[in-house]
């Protein structure tokens, strides 16, 4: 099973960017579609952007424009481009590695947006 762990999160001012990187374990990466997905304090667990396999996009009405999701097969990683930071995006973010009926989680990285 592929494991993942993410790296990148941090503390930024609203305006700000960050970059995150989902490192997974083994050399078929390219064949799951990877994801992010954030939890704040007392909320659901929801999806921000994922990328398929082919390198199809989805992204959250709420991150269109200013987050952008894409991979590196040859490094069995995926990254999470975050420009123009707001507060609500305050929360913790996993990488998920999606294949059929089965998900991989990450640990998750905290990201603070706050001045």
């Known amino acids: 099973q592929v494991q993942l762990v993410e790296s990148g999160g941090g503390s930024v001012q609203p305006g700000g960017s960050l970059r995150l990187s989902c490192a997974a374990s083994q050399n078929i990466f390219r064949i799951y579609t990877m994801g992010w997905y954030r939890q704040a304090p007392g909320k659901q667990r929801d999806l921000v952007a994922r990328i398929t396999s082919g390198g199809d996009t989805y992204y959250a009405d709420s991150v269109k424009g200013r987050f952008t999701i894409s991979r590196d097969n040859a490094k069995n990683t995926a990254y999470l481009q975050m420009n123009n930071l707001k507060p609500e995006d305050t929360a913790v973010y996993y990488c998920?590695?999606?294949?059929?009926?089965?998900?991989?989680w990450g640990r998750g990285t905290q990201v603070t947006v706050s001045s």
């Open positions: 998920s590695a999606e294949r059929g009926s089965g998900v991989t």
